[in-house]
């Protein structure tokens, strides 16, 4: 009597594929883009920008806008190159969903419900790397 076994390879869980890895790079490159060019055109806004904090009623709005900034900017290159991505990308999520509440809640405007679901969306991009990490290709490599 023979047996046969047959050689089985089981992959865990936890690993990722070459393609997984590279689409964890777009995702995270096309996030950071958004936030560091929205950073970056906030430095030439300032005037406007800390008068549309102020007018949700935010205080300290000149303290919210470099704040603003340097999270867009630095979160952004942050997360780009991948380095605390799973902490950056956390941060910037509830970030993103504060902002949709507090700055896109006239769910009268049909612009404001789209742009309120945008950032929900982009949440929805920054706790999928919070949760799996930014892949191999990135500084923390997982």
Avoid: C, W
């Avoid at 089985?8 to 490159?29: E, G, I, M, N």
């Avoid at 936030?35 to 007018?55: C, D, P, Q, R």
């Amino acid at each position: 009597m023979s047996t046969i076994s047959q050689a089985t390879t089981t992959v865990p869980a936890t690993s990722s594929t070459a393609r997984q890895d590279a689409l964890a790079l777009v995702a995270r490159l096309l996030l950071a883009l958004l936030f560091v060019l929205a950073g970056i055109n906030k430095i030439g806004a300032m005037e406007g920008t800390v008068g549309y904090i102020g007018s949700v009623g935010l205080p300290f709005p000149e303290l919210v806008y470099f704040g603003t900034v340097a999270l867009e900017i630095g979160g952004g290159l942050l997360l780009a190159i991948g380095f605390k991505a799973r902490q950056v990308a956390l941060a910037m999520g509830i970030f993103t969903v504060l902002t949709a509440v507090i700055f896109h809640n006239d769910f009268s405007q049909q612009l404001e419900v789209t742009m309120f679901l945008k950032n929900l969306a982009i949440s929805g991009g920054m706790f999928a790397i919070a949760a799996f990490g930014a892949g191999r290709y990135s500084l923390d490599r997982g």
